[in-house]
Structures are given as C-alpha cells and as structure tokens.
C-alpha cells in the first residue's frame, strides 16, 4: 500500500478564498483522523471518523471548518472563507480498530493564506 | 480524561552522546503507548510501541519500557547521530476507539 496519500502538499491562496484538502486513507482502514499543527498549539485533533461517520468534531475551531467522508477511501477537510490564521501544515492519518493500533500518518498539505 | 506529557524541549545534544526523553500519562485502564517521530517536511512516523505494562519497544536503536507503577515511557538512545534530529512525541491509545493521545512533542537536534 503507498500509504495515506494527501493532497496537495502545498497550498498557498488569499484570504477570504475557499480552500479543500485531501486524503485517501490507507485502504481497510476503519478511522480517519485530521490533525492540524502550527508552532503555537502544537499538534490539534480537528475530528475524527469511523466508518466514515464523523465520531468527534470538537476539535474543529470554527463554523468555517467542515469535514466530510463520502466512502472509505477518501476525506476532504474544507475551510471557507479562509483566514491568515488558517496557516498551518493539516495532517491526516488512517488507523486499524482494535486494541494496540498505531495511526499512519500523511505527509501532510502546507497551507499558507496570505 | 487522557494526557501525555512530555519534557520540554528543544533538546540539544552532540553526536554520540546518550538521550533521554520523559514521558508520563494519565490514562483509565491499560493502554497502549507509542513514540512517533517526525523529520523536518515530513508526517509523523511510529518509531516504536509497548502494549502493556513493562514491554519494552526498540527500532533503529532506540528504546522504551512501558512502566505503570511510574506512568511512564521514557525514550532513550544510547548513541545519538546527526540524523536522529526531528520531533519526538510521546502518545498512547485505548482499546476503545482508535483515537491517540499525542503529547507536546520534544524537538531534538543533534550537532556533529
């Protein structure tokens, strides 16, 4: 498996702009996470699905946030309108359940709003 | 409800010279602990993991030993190189759900 796949890696666009990122879990896998990380706060869980049901959106910062998983194989995390603040690399990660699972992780999408 | 803490970073240290990392958690049960490790421009990658208590996780010659009577899942390496430089974080999982508690991460950089 080439493991979970995002894209783009890079994403730079204007404020005020509506910005989709993307992410194709590792295939089997039952949960889809969707972190974000900044120097400020760290690593962030946003939310987190299971079988393609949203299970924990309380990370989700704002109304502007929305994230969605219409089949197993792939998630998108849109933020609109975007803001300067929104700046910072996203992660996604896909997991196995059961006890002792590991997450893998994304090379994650770098974006910039200028 | 769950939390990892980590030591605070950055650490600093010279090739070759031996690394200690803290990590302690507060957890219900028995959960399973893992360190990741994140290169520069990268994802975060599973460097090891201990699934219960007094397991001792190894890879590329790091180690951690799952202590509950300490809550802890301290890394050490006894020979850092240049190439081990990244961020370390320290996490752990329930067996009810897949959900991973991450701690702050420790930024290491190791001088040659």
Request: charged share 20%; aromatic share 12%.
């Amino acid at each position: 498996d080439a493991g979970v796949i995002q894209s783009p890696r890079h994403e730079v666009t204007e404020m005020g702009q509506e910005v989709t990122l993307r992410c194709k879990p590792i295939s089997g896998h039952d949960y889809l996470f969707w972190y974000r990380q900044t120097m400020m706060r760290g690593l962030e869980l946003l939310i987190y699905f299971n079988n393609n049901v949203p299970i924990d959106d309380s990370g989700m910062p704002e109304d502007r946030f929305s994230a969605k998983m219409p089949n197993a194989s792939f998630s998108t995390l849109k933020i609109q309108p975007s803001e300067p603040r929104d700046s910072a690399v996203y992660f996604c990660a896909s997991s196995l359940s059961g006890r002792n699972t590991e997450a893998f992780f994304g090379q994650g999408t770098r974006l910039t709003v200028v | 409800g769950d939390s990892v803490t980590q030591m605070e970073g950055p650490v600093t240290l010279s090739e070759e010279a031996f690394l200690t990392i803290n990590c302690t958690y507060t957890a219900t049960g028995y959960p399973s602990l893992f360190w990741y490790v994140q290169y520069p421009g990268e994802g975060l990658q599973l460097l090891l993991k201990a699934t219960k208590a007094d397991d001792k996780g190894s890879n590329k010659g790091f180690e951690a030993t799952y202590r509950k009577e300490t809550t802890s899942f301290h890394l050490e390496k006894g020979s850092v190189q240049v190439s081990d430089s990244a961020v370390y974080f320290c996490a752990l999982g329930q067996t009810s759900g897949s959900r991973l508690t991450f701690g702050e991460g420790t930024q290491l950089t190791v001088n040659p």
